[in-house]
């Protein structure tokens, strides 16, 4: 990781970036990432701010990586869940 901060790239690694922000600053940096020319890590558990942003989910779970070539909407839905949080219920039991 390191190596790769070391040299010019296109690259955000986002941790919950919406924490603590207002639906119109969520709004703004909504559209600031959708204009990103490069690549985006984000970790989020608001259903709004990822649809449109992710075209890619990755799930962690049970000591495993599942990759899903899909948006937030169709991960959600072929999982069978309403919202992110039922994942986390489902981990817990």
Known sequence: ???????????????????????????????????????????????DFLDGLATKVFEFGNKRIREHFEDINGFLKNKKLENLREIEKKAVK
Do not use: C, W, Y
């Open 1 to 47: 990781m390191i190596k790769l901060l070391l040299q010019p790239v296109n690259l955000l690694i986002l941790d919950e970036p919406t924490n603590h922000l207002d639906i119109k600053t969520k709004d703004i940096l909504k559209e600031a990432l959708k204009a990103f020319d490069g690549t985006l890590i984000l970790v989020s558990h608001d259903r």
